[in-house]
C-alpha cells in the first residue's frame, strides 16, 4: 500500500508539473501574442505614415493580415514585388532597428510604382529597408536568412506571359526554390492574391483575369518543400463571381482574395 501511495504522489507531482509548464507556456505565447499585436498597431498608428497609405488600412485588413504574419520585432523580412512599399513600410516599423527588411522588384514592378517609391524612401526614411531590384532568375537570397517572406497580391504574376513582352517570362519554380533556401527553418511565407475559379490554367487566369486559383499556390509551395500552416479569410468577398478582371470598376478594391501561410 505505502508503494502505491508513493506512486500515486509521484504521478500527482508530474501531472502538477506537467499543468504548470502548460499554463506558463500558454503565458508565454500570450504575451509574445500581445506584444506582436502592439507592435502592429504602433506602426499602423505611425504619424510619419504616407497619408495615401492611412486610406487603404481598412480595405487591405492590413492589422490582420499582419498579425496573421507572425511578423516580429528583430526579425528579418522579405517583401517580395513589393510595388510601392506600402507593406514595405509597416514591416520596417515593426520589426524596427533589429530587424530588416528587403524590398523586392524587378523593373517592370519598379517602373509601374515609381511615384511611389521615390518619397518612400527619400532622406533614407526607412533605414532598415534595402531595395533590390533585378530580374528573377538573377535574384540572390542569403540562405536561411529570412523569418517572414510576404506575396501581397503578386505571386499570379510569376505565370504572366504578356503577348507584347513587356514582362519577361518567370519559372515560379525558380523563385520559389530561391525562397525556400533562404527561409529559416521554422520561418514564414505569406500569400495574398486574387482568386480565379477552380481549375483554372494559372496562365490564362493571369493574362485574362490578373487572378489565380488557390489550390495552384498550394500546389506550388508544396512541391517546393513548404508545408501549409493555415489560411485567414479576412479578404473574402463571397459577392465576387471571379469572372472579371480584378481592374473591372464592379470588383476593383473588392476582390475575393485568398491569404495562405506557408511553413518551412
Known sequence: MET???????????????LAACIAGTDVAAAK???????VD???QSKDRPKDDLAQDGSRHAREVLQFSGVASGMRVADMFSAGGYYTELLS??????????????????????????????GNRLPNVKQITKPVDALELEPNSLD???????????????????WA???????????HAAVKPGGTVIVEDHVAPAGTDPV??????????PAVVKRDFERAGFKFDGESKVLAHPEDDHTKIVFDDSVKGKTDQFIYRFRR
Open 93 to 122: 516599423r515593426i520589426v524596427g532597428p533589429k530587424g530588416s527588411v528587403i524590398a523586392y522588384n524587378n523593373a517592370e514592378y519598379e517602373s509601374f510604382a515609381k511615384k511611389e517609391i521615390g518619397p518612400r524612401y527619400a
Open 148 to 166: 517572414l517572406v510576404m506575396f501581397i497580391k503578386s505571386y499570379h504574376d510569376l505565370y504572366w506571359h504578356p503577348a507584347a513582352g513587356s
Open 33 to 39: 501574442d500581445a506584444a506582436n499585436t502592439a507592435a
Open 169 to 179: 517570362p518567370t519559372d515560379p519554380a525558380k523563385l520559389l526554390a530561391k525562397v
Open 204 to 213: 490564362a487566369g493571369i493574362d485574362k483575369l490578373h487572378r489565380i486559383d
Open 4 to 18: 502505491i501511495v508513493k506512486t500515486g504522489h509521484r504521478i500527482s507531482a508530474l501531472a502538477f508539473g506537467l
Open 42 to 44: 504602433s506602426a499602423l
